[in-house]
């Protein structure tokens, strides 16, 4: 059995990283992986302007108490004139500041009566103008290829009066969940059955990825009807995710379907809780996972060992996300012969250590443990670990983006 650490590098290096390119809107972008370096071509803010309401003098002409003439109003949006010497420019956050002044004071500072302002404060050479450029600077690179679009790389892109980018192609991801006993939410559920929950996290989980769910497949414990399926979703797909039936059952029937359609296979079985059972598969140069059917061992190998893939194959630079290290808070020991990846409540403690709960119930049918959680806790294998050990922390909040 594979290690964790060597399974995750190798579903990595199975990436083929995407070349396919697209012209996205820029309101249409969040989540989309950038194609291109973005270099910015304008000053952020393009000229000095003002961080606060006041007024704008130069140092040299205040004198405390002394009554400056105000020369201009200036709004945001308005071109003001220079600063005569010995004068006040009235002026509003954001307005540009005027030639020949230096130093912006705030209102709450001044008095202003009969056209003139009275400065009650001594202040400080260039308070509160923002410089021209500091921000961003023209000619300087904001963004490289390879990055996620989140809000506030959008902000970015915004500021620089981007509206459309060069973008990766979404990843088309195909989705198969097998079993005789699983009915789509939505129906009555009859003797023996479960809803189906893998298809419709997996399909939350690609979308959470910015990946495109193209087919939601479910096939009865049938290898006709799975290889059935398999020949349709690698026809539209980057990326196959296959969930259940790849364990030792009487009815496991993926891994013969995906011998039968002519897969081979790279890598089978990983040392890790949960999560065993889980494969790599080619279809051709399609990927083919294959997940375990516990719904949270499906959830745990799609974050630990899907997402580096999937950001590979997306092209972005970040394809393993950070792994933090935790105190473990607990009232038993763990041990296992496989790396167990707890899922765990964190919370910060007043030395700025995190604190890793253990949710109760660690079993790969507990579903509430998920919602229950802020990511996993890693233990190594056969290593007695308890409470105060210091160990791997992998929050869902990186992992699942
Ligand atoms: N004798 C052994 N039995 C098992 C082993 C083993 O090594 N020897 N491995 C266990 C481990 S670990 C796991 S994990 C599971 C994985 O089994 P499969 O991937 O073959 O999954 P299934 O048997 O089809 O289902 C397991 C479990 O999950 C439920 N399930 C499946 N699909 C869904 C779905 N779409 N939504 C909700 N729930 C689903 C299914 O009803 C089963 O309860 O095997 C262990 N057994
Ligand atoms: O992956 Mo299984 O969930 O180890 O029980």
């Known amino acids: 059995m594979l290690d964790f650490d060597t399974a995750q590098a190798r579903m990595v290096e199975a990436g083929q990283a995407t070349d396919k390119t697209e012209n996205c809107l820029l309101h249409e972008a969040l989540g989309r992986v950038l194609a291109e370096t973005i270099t910015a071509t304008v000053n952020l803010p393009p000229d000095d302007n003002s961080a606060m309401d006041g007024y704008a003098v130069r140092l040299a002409d205040f004198h405390p108490d002394q009554a400056l003439p105000i020369q201009q109003r200036v709004y945001a949006g308005e071109s003001p004139a220079a600063l005569k010497p010995g004068h006040a420019i009235r002026l509003f956050t954001g307005s540009l500041i005027p030639a020949g002044a230096d130093t912006v004071v705030i209102q709450e500072n001044c008095t202003e009566t009969d056209n003139t302002v009275t400065i009650h404060s001594t202040p400080q050479l260039g308070e509160n103008v923002r410089k021209r450029g500091e921000d961003m600077a023209a000619g300087q690179v904001i963004l490289q290829a390879g990055t996620r679009l989140e809000p506030a790389e959008l902000t970015c892109l915004a500021a620089q009066g ?125 990927p083919v996972v294959c997940l375990p059917g516990n719904p949270v061992s499906a959830y745990v190998v799609f974050a630990l060992m899907v997402t580096p893939l999937i950001r590979r194959m997306q092209g972005r630079s970040d394809c393993l996300p950070p792994v933090n290290t935790g105190r473990l808070n607990c009232n038993r020991p763990y041990k296992e012969t496989r790396a167990e990846f707890l899922r765990v409540r964190a919370a910060t403690d007043k030395q700025g250590t995190l604190l890793l709960q253990p949710y109760a119930k660690q079993g790969s049918n507990i579903i509430s443990s998920l919602a229950d959680s802020d990511g996993l806790a890693r233990i190594p294998p056969d290593t007695l670990t308890g409470d105060g050990a210091m160990v791997s922390y992998y929050a869902w909040h990186d992992w699942l983006r």
């Open 162 to 286: 981007r509206d459309r980018i060069s973008v990766y192609k979404r990843l088309r991801i195909g989705i198969l969940t097998n079993g005789d006993e699983l009915v789509v939410p939505g129906q009555a559920l009859g003797p023996a059955q479960i809803y189906n929950t893998n298809g419709p996290t997996l399909a939350a989980l690609s979308a959470g990825m910015g990946a495109q769910v193209v087919h939601q497949i479910h096939a009865p414990d049938q290898p006709q009807a799975i290889e059935k399926a398999l020949a349709t979703l690698r026809v539209d797909c980057d990326l196959i995710l296959t969930v259940g039936g790849i364990s030792v059952g009487e009815k496991d029937y993926v891994r013969p379907a995906l011998e039968q359609a002519g897969a081979s296979l790279d890598l089978w079985k990983v040392r890790m809780k949960p999560g065993k059972p889980v494969a790599l598969a080619w279809l051709g140069e399609t």
